[in-house]
Structure formats: structure tokens, C-alpha cells
């Protein structure tokens, strides 16, 4: 018999509320038996999963190890503590929270560095000049090495940096920095700047399925419940429920509504006494109702939705994909 299926889910941080809150749209509740300070969880009425609550940083690390299955996590920390991330694990989809930059920061003073090329110029005259490198104070050990190589920047030794990145030149351990930001005001309360080209990587809390771990029958179809859930709430968010009954609504009509609209028909229609339901992207609800009305339409109703389930379930189709790769 095979374990579990294992989900990792931060356990605190920027990330904890907005991935429960994320599973809980999905209609999958997190909870913890054991009470807050409980690490171990469990989903309401998914009996063969199991929810580990861990840092950002350490799901990145145990989904590179495969003991945990998925896991939500920023893509910042897969891309500098996995190595050849895209083998080890699968970026199954975005979560469009958690949003932030890792970038290469200088003092504002510096006028004359915009760009990396001004960078490089600067890091090799300063060799020159004082007899040592140039410190790059950052956590992304990995990121900064080879966004540096890749600008054929050499002149520069990191100095690992655990926390308060961006005091480091004020203080004088580093001369640069290289760190993730989200609304720029660290940066900006210590007198640095992102350069033009500085932007290592824009990330954002990502949903990651590890290749290593044990996909044996029971935890694959876990997760094709789990995804299944996800898939089906993010379809919904993306349209608006749109009804309506009327005479003139033929199929060269519909072709009209979804080249214009980007509306889709998914149940075929319209039915042979004219009722028509549409899912339409949200931002053209009102020209779509316009354009029905003008059609003949007398009501046109509109509905969210919570939930469409299709056949297909891109989601696990890309997991299953990334597994037999
Ligand atoms: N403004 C931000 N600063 C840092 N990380 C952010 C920001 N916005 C989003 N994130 C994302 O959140 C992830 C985790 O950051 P968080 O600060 O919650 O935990 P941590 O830094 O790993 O832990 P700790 O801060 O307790 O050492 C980051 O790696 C990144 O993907
Ligand atoms: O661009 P901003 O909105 O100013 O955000 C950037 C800051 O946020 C993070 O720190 P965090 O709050 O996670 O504290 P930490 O340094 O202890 O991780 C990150 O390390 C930056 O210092
Ligand atoms: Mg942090």
C-alpha cells in the first residue's frame, strides 16, 4: 500500500494566508487537527492527503528530495536552491500571489551606473583600483552567479547575506546587493536603486510538483483530485455565467460573439426554443450584453461561478506529462 499524498503549504510568512485562502477557493478547507501550532494538516474529505507546513525555503528543499509531492513555494527560491530545477521539479502553475522581483540593487549615488554594462565597467575599475573585488551582499548565491556570468561580469566576490540585505553597503560589508523586492521600499530607505537591466527573475508563488517523489497509484490520484479542484475553480474565475432567450441568435452569431468577446459556448446551443448560456470573459460582460440586445435580446442575465468541471484537467495532463518525461 502507498503512503499519503504530501502537500506542503508555508507556515508562515506572506505566503501562509494567501495560499490557505487559495485552497480554500478551490473548495479544499486546510486543517489542523492538532491546533495552530500543529505542522501537520489534513483537507476536509480528501482522506489520503496529508499537508506539511513548512517555510517557503524548506518546501523548496524537500520538493528538490521528493518527500514531499506538491508543494506551494516562490519561484525564486526553486530557481536558487534547486539545481537544474526544471528536471528535478515541475512548475505546474502560477498562484498570481506572492508576487516579487530578485534584482542587483546599487547605491543611488552612483549616477553614472544605470545598466549592468555600467556594472561591469565600475566592478573592473575598482579591481584595479583598491586590489580587491567588489562584495555582492545576497541570500541568491546561484541567481547572482550566473545573471552576472550571462552579463560577463567577473570582478565581483559574494558575501552571503541571511538577512537585512539591503543595509549591507550603508554598513560597508558589501558594495551591492542582490535581493528579491515587491513595492521597492526597502530599496528605496537605503539609498539603492534596481538597475535598468538589474531584474533577475519576476516571481511569484508558484503551485511545484516534485519528480523524485513516491507517485505510486494512491498519491497520483490524489493529485489528480487536488488539481482537478484548482483547475475547476480557475476556469470559473476566468467567465461569467451570461443567459439569455431570443429569436435571432443564430451560430453566425455566436462566431460574431467570440471573436469579438472572447466568448465561448459550452454547452453548443442555442437550444431549439433560443436559450443560449455563454461563459464571457469579465471585462467584456457589458459589450456582450450590448451586442445581445441589440441582437434582439429583451434580458440578458449575468452570474458568477464558482466552479466548471471540464473532461479535461490541464493541470494533471501536465503532471503526468513532466512524470513520464
Ligand atoms: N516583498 C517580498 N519580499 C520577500 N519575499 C517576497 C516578497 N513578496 C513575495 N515574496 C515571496 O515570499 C517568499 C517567502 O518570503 P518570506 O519572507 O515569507 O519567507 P522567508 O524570507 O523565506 O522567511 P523569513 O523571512 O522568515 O526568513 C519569497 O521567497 C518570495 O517568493
Ligand atoms: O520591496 P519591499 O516591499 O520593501 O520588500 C522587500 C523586503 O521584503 C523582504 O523582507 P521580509 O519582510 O521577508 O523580511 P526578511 O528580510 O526577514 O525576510 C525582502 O527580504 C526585502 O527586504
Ligand atoms: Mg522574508
Same mark, same amino acid.
Given at each position: 500500500?502507498?503512503?499519503?499524498?504530501?502537500?506542503?503549504?508555508?507556515? $508562515?510568512?506572506?505566503?501562509?494566508?494567501?495560499?490557505? /485562502?487559495?485552497?480554500?477557493?478551490?473548495?479544499?478547507?486546510?486543517? $489542523? &487537527?492538532?491546533? /495552530?501550532?500543529?505542522?501537520?494538516?489534513?483537507?476536509?474529505?480528501?482522506?489520503?492527503?496529508?499537508?506539511?507546513?513548512?517555510? /517557503?525555503?524548506?518546501?523548496? %528543499?524537500?520538493?528538490?528530495?521528493?518527500?514531499?509531492?506538491?508543494?506551494?513555494?516562490?519561484?525564486?527560491?526553486v530557481r536558487? %536552491?534547486i539545481?537544474d530545477a526544471d528536471k528535478r521539479v515541475l512548475l505546474?502553475?502560477?498562484?498570481?500571489?506572492?508576487?516579487?522581483?530578485?534584482?542587483?540593487?546599487?547605491?543611488?549615488?552612483?549616477?553614472?551606473?544605470?545598466?549592468? #554594462?555600467?556594472?561591469?565597467?565600475?566592478?573592473?575599475?575598482? !579591481? #584595479?583600483?583598491?586590489?580587491?573585488?567588489? !562584495?555582492?551582499?545576497?541570500?541568491?548565491?546561484?541567481?547572482?552567479?550566473?545573471?552576472?556570468?550571462?552579463?560577463?561580469?567577473?570582478?565581483?566576490? +559574494?558575501?552571503?547575506? #541571511? @538577512?537585512?540585505?539591503?543595509?549591507? &553597503?550603508? *554598513? @560597508?560589508?558589501?558594495?551591492?546587493?542582490?535581493?528579491?523586492?515587491?513595492? @521597492?521600499?526597502?530599496?528605496?530607505?537605503?539609498?539603492?536603486?534596481?538597475?535598468?537591466?538589474?531584474?533577475?527573475?519576476?516571481?511569484?508563488?508558484?503551485?511545484?510538483?516534485?519528480r523524485?517523489?513516491?507517485?505510486?497509484?494512491? &498519491?497520483?490520484?490524489? /493529485?489528480? +483530485? +487536488?488539481?482537478?479542484?484548482?483547475?475547476?475553480?480557475?476556469?470559473?474565475?476566468?467567465?461569467?455565467? *451570461?443567459?439569455?432567450?431570443? $429569436?435571432?441568435?443564430?451560430?453566425?452569431?455566436?462566431?460574431?460573439?467570440?471573436?469579438?468577446?472572447?466568448?465561448?459556448?459550452?454547452?453548443? @446551443?442555442?437550444?431549439?426554443?433560443?436559450?443560449?448560456?455563454?461563459?464571457?470573459?469579465?471585462?467584456?460582460?457589458?459589450?456582450?450584453?450590448?451586442?445581445?440586445?441589440?441582437?434582439?435580446?429583451?434580458?440578458?442575465?449575468?452570474?458568477?461561478?464558482?466552479?466548471?468541471?471540464?473532461?479535461?484537467?490541464?493541470?494533471? #495532463?501536465?503532471?503526468?506529462?513532466f512524470?513520464?518525461?
Amino acid at each position: 500500500m502507498s503512503g499519503p499524498l504530501v502537500l506542503a503549504v508555508p507556515s $508562515k510568512g506572506r505566503l501562509q494566508e494567501n495560499a490557505e /485562502a487559495f485552497f480554500g477557493r478551490a473548495g479544499l478547507n486546510l486543517s $489542523k &487537527p492538532g491546533g /495552530a501550532r500543529d505542522y501537520r494538516g489534513t483537507i476536509s474529505g480528501l482522506d489520503n492527503v496529508e499537508i506539511a507546513y513548512l517555510s /517557503a525555503s524548506e518546501i523548496a %528543499s524537500q520538493l528538490a528530495r521528493g518527500s514531499v509531492h506538491l508543494g506551494v513555494t516562490g519561484e525564486d527560491l526553486v530557481r536558487e %536552491s534547486i539545481t537544474d530545477a526544471d528536471k528535478r521539479v515541475l512548475l505546474i502553475d502560477t498562484l498570481g500571489f506572492g508576487g516579487a522581483n530578485v534584482v542587483v540593487a546599487v547605491p543611488q549615488a552612483w549616477i553614472d551606473v544605470r545598466t549592468m #554594462a555600467d556594472l561591469d565597467d565600475v566592478t573592473t575599475g575598482f !579591481r #584595479a583600483q583598491h586590489n580587491r573585488r567588489m !562584495r555582492v551582499a545576497t541570500k541568491y548565491i546561484n541567481l547572482t552567479r550566473s545573471f552576472f556570468a550571462s552579463h560577463g561580469i567577473v570582478d565581483y566576490r +559574494i558575501v552571503e547575506s #541571511a @538577512g537585512a540585505t539591503e543595509g549591507a &553597503p550603508a *554598513v @560597508g560589508t558589501a558594495e551591492l546587493i542582490v535581493d528579491i523586492t515587491s513595492t @521597492g521600499s526597502t530599496l528605496a530607505a537605503n539609498g539603492l536603486k534596481v538597475l535598468d537591466d538589474g531584474v533577475i527573475l519576476r516571481s511569484q508563488a508558484n503551485l511545484v510538483a516534485s519528480r523524485d517523489a513516491d507517485w505510486s497509484e494512491g &498519491p497520483r490520484e490524489s /493529485a489528480r +483530485i +487536488i488539481l482537478d479542484h484548482i483547475h475547476a475553480r480557475a476556469r470559473a474565475s476566468k467567465y461569467r455565467e *451570461v443567459r439569455t432567450r431570443f $429569436k435571432g441568435c443564430d451560430a453566425a452569431m455566436l462566431t460574431e460573439a467570440h471573436n469579438r468577446f472572447g466568448v465561448v459556448a459550452p454547452f453548443g @446551443g442555442p437550444t431549439s426554443s433560443g436559450m443560449l448560456t455563454l461563459h464571457c470573459p469579465p471585462a467584456q460582460i457589458y459589450a456582450l450584453g450590448s451586442f445581445l440586445r441589440a441582437h434582439g435580446a429583451e434580458t440578458v442575465s449575468v452570474a458568477s461561478l464558482d466552479y466548471v468541471l471540464d473532461r479535461e484537467n490541464p493541470l494533471f #495532463a501536465r503532471l503526468e506529462a513532466f512524470l513520464r518525461s
